[in-house]
């Protein structure tokens, strides 16, 4: 039985368990004691969202020349051009902190992208949440040449208790439509 089955499984015995067992609960206990409960429960859900989102930056929006640029997907002569896209709605206001090469930084949330110009090789990225506790990292290496363009697409897989970084390098036709679908944000640390 596979982590995530295993953890549904006792997801769905212990809400049978709960309705089963709550309205009886709820009776031995005092209108006052249910609203406390209550509102310690909903204040916990709160304080963990507040939490979660906490390490997010607001990333500065490029202006329309620099977008309009971006969408062309084309890299100046000599460079080559990678982009980084969110796109998807898991997690979609936990921030994704990327790392290019160890010195570009920026941060990216559902609907936005990232963009460098860099010199033709090899790259590493690296994408992990704002929140570390919340999802496994993800690296990659890609190698591009002159002229190439790459068009990465970062996502949040769920498991049952932590989530993981998914990196995935896009068709031509996938890259074109998160490319125009998302908003280009600028880096924190621009590339080098």
């Known amino acids: 039985m596979s982590k995530n089955a ?9 809400a049978i368990i709960g309705a089963m067992m709550g309205p009886a609960l709820a009776q031995t206990m005092s209108p006052g004691t249910l609203l406390i409960l209550t509102v310690i429960l909903f204040g ?37 051009r990678i982009y980084i896209t969110r796109r998807g709605f898991v997690a979609a206001l936990q921030g994704m902190d990327v790392m290019l090469d160890g010195n570009a930084k920026g941060q990216i949330k559902a609907g936005q992208m990232l963009m460098a110009d860099v010199a033709p090789g090899t790259h590493h990225i690296h994408v992990a ?15 591009v ?42 880096w924190e640390v621009a590339p080098t």
């Open 6 to 14: 295993m953890w549904l499984s006792l997801i769905f015995v212990a």
């Open 44 to 80: 916990g859900i709160i304080a963990f969202c507040i939490w979660a989102l906490s390490s997010n930056k607001g990333g500065a929006k490029a202006d329309t020349a620099a977008t309009a640029n971006a969408r062309t997907m084309q890299a100046p002569e000599g460079m080559a």
């Open 129 to 143: 949440t704002a929140k570390a506790k919340l999802a496994r990292p993800a690296e990659l290496e890609i190698d």
């Open 145 to 186: 040449g002159a002229g190439g363009v790459i068009v990465i697409d970062a996502m949040i897989e769920m498991g049952a208790l932590k989530g993981r970084v998914k990196l995935t390098r896009s068709d031509a036709a996938k890259a074109r439509d998160d490319v125009h679908a998302t908003k280009l944000i600028l």
